[in-house]
């Protein structure tokens, strides 16, 4: 196909002024345009708007869309398995009652505010900022539609003299907010203990934090265990704290002995274990009819799970 046969035209949703240029598309995420060309013929995965002419033209969740393939490709997935990914994401996003009609929009533009008060490393700002988000959002929503995608594009582009402080400043301002929310749930939850721990190596210590926030609420504790957690030494943990269960957590793609190890894992352990994350959603179909159950990479979904889960557990 050329770039001047049968194509849509422009997305009546978004104003002229709304939609980039392939070259400023590049420009934004770091891609070249050979590159986002690619993605579109042959995996589908971006479908620009055309002008008359054939120019491509993006729509700002275009764009949004390209930083999200970044981020899986940057997590070890293939791009030829990126779509169906990015279409069970979307098809999600796309039935949640709490996201608005023009969620994407609003999102974006926190993520600019954001970035232009990192940018000045000014805390104070940042710490208004913050309230005002989670004033208008859920947790969920917050953290993964505005603060999670500004912190992980902001680790992703420290090629520049400056960025790798930007990010670092963001990073420790957002693990002191969220840890500051667990200590607090922590005093609240009575009725069940989840311990949470990353898959070695693939996890930042904000990403744990972040995902034992979402999984727990006032009825579970869910406790993250130190990022050097070795994985062979979980029995020994699990027996002395007498956890409901474990849940690992990853975003990256998993290992080609993970589903094996984690079998293995699962009959060394005295409580039910749990994947959750990206990797569970990578995973899941080479673990059915095992022992671990996958929660998936939804904080919306990945908590509701997790309780029914217990529930279901402690009945039995």
């Not at 006032?218 to 994985?231: D, H, I, N, T």
């Not at 993970?258 to 352990?269: T, Y």
């Amino acid at each position: 196909m050329t770039d001047h046969e049968h194509y849509p035209t422009a997305n009546p949703g978004y104003s002229q002024q709304e939609l980039f240029p392939i070259r400023e598309v590049s420009r934004l995420t770091g891609v070249n345009p050979v590159t986002l060309r690619a993605w579109e013929r042959r995996y589908g995965l971006i479908q620009p708007t055309r002008t008359e002419s054939g120019h491509r033209l993006y729509s700002p969740a275009d764009v949004e869309e390209v930083r999200a393939i970044l981020g899986w490709l940057e997590r070890g997935v293939a791009v030829s398995k990126v779509g169906k990914l990015l279409a069970r994401s979307q098809a999600y996003r796309a039935t949640a009652p709490s996201a608005p009609a023009q969620g994407s929009v609003e999102y974006a533009h926190w993520r600019d505010r954001l970035a232009a008060v990192v940018q000045g490393f000014d805390e104070l700002t940042l710490t208004r900022l913050y309230g005002q988000v989670f004033s208008t959002y859920p947790v969920a929503v917050a953290f993964e539609e505005i603060f999670m995608p500004a912190w992980e594009q902001a680790r992703l582009r420290q090629d520049g003299f400056g960025l790798a402080s930007e990010w670092a400043f963001l990073d420790h301002f957002l693990r002191g907010q969220v840890l500051k929310r667990l200590q607090f749930i922590q005093r609240e939850a009575v009725d069940s203990h989840v311990l949470l721990c990353a898959v070695p190596g693939q996890c930042h210590e904000l990403e744990l934090l972040v995902a034992a926030l979402l999984l727990g609420n006032e009825r579970v504790w869910v406790q993250p265990l130190g990022l050097a957690q070795p994985l062979e030494e979980l029995g020994l943990v699990s027996e002395r704290i007498q956890p409901q269960a474990i849940v690992l957590f990853s975003n990256h793609a998993p290992s080609s002995d993970a589903a094996r190890r984690f079998m293995k894992l699962a009959m060394q352990l005295d409580c039910p274990l749990l994947l959750a994350g990206e990797m569970s959603e990578l995973i899941q179909d080479q673990l059915v009819n095992s022992q671990v159950a996958c929660l998936g990479g939804d904080g919306r979904l990945m908590q509701r799970r997790l309780l029914q889960y217990i529930a279901g557990h402690l009945d039995t």
